[in-house]
């Protein structure tokens, strides 16, 4: 029997949303609006929000006027963002490396390091492709993803948290290729074991990836205000991208 992938596993438990519940959902708002504001994006382009979670940024996305499709891998999160669908907004369970709806989007989002999970480098690779193929020609995309340099530089290598009786142990690490997260969880004197990871990539590994893809990156942020990327200070590393022919 084939072992499910870590984040098949760990995003579909209500450990994982526990954790996370605190994210500071006011900054995504304001990073979205902040996006569309920048990006110009007319009113009701189709978007997609590629391994969109439980909604949250698809849900702005959506009241700032675009036409959203969210998809994730979690049966659970889509459940949950199904519960916000309406006309123009809709939600469906998909592996982000399987491509679906050529040429369907004007500009594909994938946001707060939802990126670089995957064991293999074709896989990593794969989405990149299919995003590529999903973008309408001169269509944008941005990638949201954490500045590795200064994500292992700051790592905090542990961590402890309790949250409404549970019991969180978390190591975090990097090994050469992953920033690795290992999560013990004690509840009701059972204990459990989880891990995050992601792909410790630089910019120049992933610009070569997006070229790979046919998508050439354009402007670079460093943070959700869209500040200029400084590799030895920034946060994130924001690349919003353009599809093209040829690079």
């Not at 989007?105 to 999903?134: P, R």
């Not at 019991?167 to 013990?184: A, V, W, Y």
């Not at 590994?205 to 205000?225: I, Q, T, V």
């Amino acid at each position: 029997m084939k072992t499910k992938e870590w984040f098949a596993s760990w995003f579909d438990t209500s450990f994982y949303h526990m954790l996370y519940r605190e994210r500071d959902d006011q900054e995504a708002i304001r990073f979205i609006a902040n996006l569309l504001n920048h990006l110009k994006l007319p009113k009701k382009s189709y978007v997609l929000d590629l391994a969109c979670g439980k909604g949250r940024h698809s849900l702005t996305l959506n009241e700032l006027g675009m036409n959203v499709l969210g998809v994730d891998l979690s049966e659970k999160s889509i459940a949950h963002a199904k519960t916000f669908e309406n006309e123009s907004l809709n939600f469906r369970v998909q592996d982000m490396r399987e491509p679906f709806e050529e040429k369907a989007f004007d500009c594909v989002f994938n946001l707060f390091t939802s990126f670089g999970y995957f064991d293999q480098e074709e896989d990593n690779q794969k989405v990149l492709n299919g995003v590529s193929l999903m973008i309408k020609p001169g269509g944008i995309f941005v990638l949201d993803y954490l500045n590795a340099t200064t994500a292992i530089r700051d790592l905090v290598a542990n961590e402890k948290k309790i949250i409404d009786n549970v019991h969180f142990d978390i190591k975090r690490s990097f090994d050469g290729r992953f920033i690795r997260k290992n999560i013990g969880v004690k509840y009701l004197d059972k204990n459990y074991e989880f891990e995050e990871k992601v792909r410790g990539f630089t910019l120049v590994e992933l610009e070569n990836m997006l070229s790979k893809a046919n998508l050439k990156p354009l402007e670079y942020f460093g943070n959700f205000n869209l500040d200029t990327f400084d590799p030895d200070q920034s946060t994130r590393l924001i690349l919003v991208c353009k599809k093209v022919v040829n690079i």
